[in-house]
């Protein structure tokens, strides 16, 4: 007998910085919130060599992931949030699948607890860098009682990526999502009110897993020189990539900008608060963004860097925009390499939960929700990131199994049983 089980992984993140009954659920036992709050401020992120590679490899997977699930229209995701959600995932993995979790991240041969402990030291130090800027990461495990968590994964969520894990009964969904939505609600400043309804959570749910990340700023300047101000901004002409042309509000400034001329493309930095965090403009010479995307995927992110300068006056016009999207991310991760980890038969995920006989664990889908809102005084964005994962009870050795797959021309008859009388027949070369 087949019982279907599914762990849910959520990773919220908000970079920088919708309803029904469950609007009416009252929270009793909200899920514990836990996660690093600097007090003072560093001059900035200290990585060793290794973990300076991390980051180069995050980038490069960054520049291949944008191309996977780009599709021609509005677009706005989070990689490092996917990172995180991926990087918890693989504490649980095994063999092949694991390799390929990590292959994908990049992090070459230095193994789990390399990568653990470079995603708690961004934990630590990404919100002391600029104390100006609202910066929280948060993550949480909400966990079914009758799967209670393997010591060493929990002991490892709870370590390396500061992650409070709750129990509770899931026997009634819309609580489940009241809880998982009012903790979204709380860690993203209510930017995110809600991930999931209860029809989106199945009765064999056996965990989620959840990663938020909170990023609010305003740009860099004051009151008497702000980046941008309300009166400067006009209705524009906006060309799309057809040659057509909308009508946009455009924000606009002339400064001693960061700027870059590339092979084919311009690079502009608009700085935040301190900054420590920038807006990167990437705008191709000629109306081709696909080139662009294209030329991205043999680029550094490091070497691009390298060739900034403040050299001369930048005039500047920035459209103001939102932008909303839910992505399935199935495809584009299998395109990147993780591919066993989708596949029923042969997933490797048996490091997350105390044992119970027989049950194996796969991924069945992965979702990415995402927003962001850039204007005159800054930018706010969000991304929620859910793994859905599904298993099934081995029921032991079965009856011998015969496979026909009528995959090819083939002929067919139809007679009278008792008589064996052929009243059709027939042959079959194109379906």
């Known amino acids: 007998m087949r019982t279907t089980l599914i762990l849910g992984i959520i990773a919220g993140f908000i970079c920088i910085a919708s309803c029904s009954d469950i609007d009416s659920v009252k929270v009793k036992d909200p899920i514990t919130i836990s996660s690093p709050s600097p007090t003072e401020q560093i001059t900035k992120v200290t990585l060793n060599d290794m973990q300076s590679g991390y980051v180069e490899a995050g980038n490069a997977m960054s520049f291949k992931f944008l191309k996977q699930i780009y599709c021609g229209e509005n677009l706005i995701c989070s990689?490092?949030?996917?990172?995180?959600?991926?990087?918890?995932?693989?504490?649980?993995?095994?063999?092949?699948?694991h390799q390929e979790i990590i292959d994908f991240l990049g992090y070459g041969e230095e193994g789990i607890d390399a990568l653990n402990e470079y995603s708690k030291t961004l934990l630590e130090q990404l919100p002391a860098v600029d104390l100006d800027v609202t910066l929280k990461v948060t993550d949480a495990l909400l966990v079914n009682d009758d799967f209670p968590l393997l010591p060493s994964f929990k002991k490892t969520v709870e370590e390396s990526f500061y992650a409070a894990v709750d129990n509770m009964d899931f026997s009634d969904p819309q609580q489940i999502a009241a809880r998982i939505n009012e903790w979204t609600k709380r860690n993203t400043n209510g930017f995110i009110e809600k991930v999931l309804e209860p029809s989106e959570i199945s009765e064999d749910a056996v965990a989620f897993i959840m990663n938020a990340l909170y990023f609010k700023a305003k740009w860099a300047g004051d009151q008497y020189s702000p980046m941008f101000r309300e009166e400067g901004t006009k209705s524009e002409n906006f060309t799309l990539d057809d040659g057509g042309t909308i009508k946009v509000?455009?924000?606009?400034?002339?400064?001693?900008h960061e700027y870059a001329e590339m092979d084919g493309y311009k690079v502009l930095v608009l700085p935040y608060a301190n900054r420590k965090f920038n807006m990167y403009i990437l705008l191709p010479d000629e109306n081709n963004i696909d080139g662009l995307i294209e030329k991205l995927q043999t680029s550094s992110w490091r070497k691009i860097l390298a060739n900034l300068k403040q050299d001369a006056e930048v005039h500047v016009k920035l459209p103001k925009f939102n932008i909303e999207n839910k992505l399935n991310l199935n495809d584009a991760l299998n395109e990147l390499g993780i591919r066993k980890a989708f596949e029923p038969a042969s997933a490797e995920f048996n490091g997350m939960f105390a044992p119970k006989d027989g049950y194996d664990y796969w991924i069945s889908k992965i979702i990415q929700k995402s927003r962001i809102s850039v204007s005159e005084w800054g930018t706010e964005a969000g991304s929620v990131t859910v793994i859905e994962m599904d298993g099934v009870a081995d029921a032991g050795p079965g009856p011998k199994e015969v496979y026909f797959y009528a995959d090819h021309p083939f002929v067919f008859i139809i007679g009278e049983e008792t008589s064996g009388t052929i009243l059709f027949e027939g042959i079959v070369m194109q379906p």
Not at 249 to 256: D, E, F, P, S
């Open 79 to 97: 990689p490092l949030s996917l990172q995180y959600a991926i990087a918890m995932a693989a504490n649980g993995a095994s063999g092949e699948t």
């Open 249 to 256: 509000a455009m924000m606009r400034n002339t400064r001693y």
